[in-house]
């Protein structure tokens, strides 16, 4: 079966309630996969829910609030734990989408690909930024290894999701008859 073959034998036609759907559990995958490995080294340090306090303050009150230290307080742990739910889910929904362009056009993986890079790149500088203010209270280690959880949880998720992806793959480089 060539690539053609595999792009043109769709099933049925994809919703967009179905792309909606997956990239919300999909959003919701990854946000909990964080939320869970930094209130594990939160508890491991002795101060549960130290860092969405930590982010919720830069979040409400700017980094140098944070410079000055950091209560756990209700307000900015949901306030962080709402928007970092938010911004998951929109990047969990964008996912499902280009995973479903994937499925039918496997050059998409080279887009996922450099968006994965350039989030992580994102996420370094933004560290960077902050780091002269929250310098001790959140690794650079502890980030990278967050966003590996998360972006693996999601795609395995998205890769259950599309089996088709994987017989696409396995057809990508033969030769046309």
Known sequence: MTVEQVSTASPGRVKAGDILLDGLFTGAIGALSVALWFLILDLIGGRPLFTPALLGTVLLHGGSAAAQGVTVAPLEVAAYTAFHFLAFLIVGTAFSWLMTLFERFPIVGFVL??????????????????????????????????????????????????????????????EEP
């Not at 890769?159 to 033969?174: S, T």
């Open 113 to 174: 690909l450099v968006l994965f890079l350039s989030l992580q790149l994102g996420f370094f500088v933004l560290n960077v930024a902050l780091g002269s203010q929250l310098l001790g209270q959140l690794r650079a280690w502890t980030v990278v290894v967050a966003n590996l959880l998360a972006a693996g949880s999601m795609s395995l998720f998205l890769w259950k999701r599309h089996p088709r992806i994987a017989e696409g793959l396995r057809h990508v480089w033969d």
